[in-house]
């Protein structure tokens, strides 16, 4: 029973690795085609300022927590 459910489950899920017709060129970006996708420098930002406030928050851990 196990093995007939594996071999109908199996093709099912199955995607094809054709492009869909539905959305024409790339679905990521407005019709610029492929490239990066996003704002690099705002991501380039994001991490500067995450591992900043990151550092901060250990410093302060560190000096509420140091015993004397």
Sequence with gaps: MMGL????AGPLRAATPEP???VPG??????EGPGLVGSPIAVA???VLLGVVSAGATLL???????E
């Design 5 to 8: 459910v594996v071999m109908i």
């Design 20 to 22: 869909s017709v539905l």
């Design 26 to 31: 790339d679905p990521r970006s407005d019709g």
């Design 45 to 47: 930002l994001g991490v």
């Design 61 to 67: 851990v560190l000096r509420l927590t140091r015993e």
